[in-house]
Nanobody
Framework: VQLQASGGGLVQAGGSLRLSCAASGSIFSINTMNWYRQAPGKQRELVAGITSGGRTNYADSVKGRFTISRDNAKNTVYLQMNSLKPEDTAVYYC????????????????WGQGTLVTVSS
């Protein structure tokens, strides 16, 4: 299973970006898809998550500004980031805790390569 993230870049404070992450491989189903981020010198933190049924959760620091969504048919998760702040600067990673393959094998803890988001003040 491969996760390919895209959409990062440089944006001014108050601006918006949309991240995408597509999972590929012999995938039968994915339940939860997450976005994490890691700022320089800090630990990786969970930003948002979404289940296949559409249930979402967010870190307090991004509630009301970020929206996670997904396209189950495309095995793709999105993160719409609005009202960006300099403290949102980080490498953003997509994560899938478990994937059921078409062979009925389960693969655990898959990570994308990360995409850099830089917010200037």
């Amino acid at each position: 299973v491969q996760l390919q993230a895209s959409g990062g870049g440089l944006v001014q404070a108050g601006g918006s970006l949309r991240l995408s992450c597509a999972a590929s491989g012999s995938i039968f189903s994915i339940n939860t898809m997450n976005w994490y981020r890691q700022a320089p010198g800090k630990q990786r933190e969970l930003v948002a998550g979404i289940t296949s049924g559409g249930r979402t959760n967010y870190a307090d620091s991004v509630k009301g500004r970020f929206t996670i969504s997904r396209d189950n048919a495309k095995n793709t998760v999105y993160l719409q980031m609005n009202s960006l702040k300099p403290e949102d600067t980080a490498v953003y990673y997509c994560n899938v805790p478990s994937v059921i393959l078409t062979t009925w094998r389960t693969v655990y803890d898959c990570w994308g390569q990360g995409t850099l988001v830089t917010v200037s003040s």
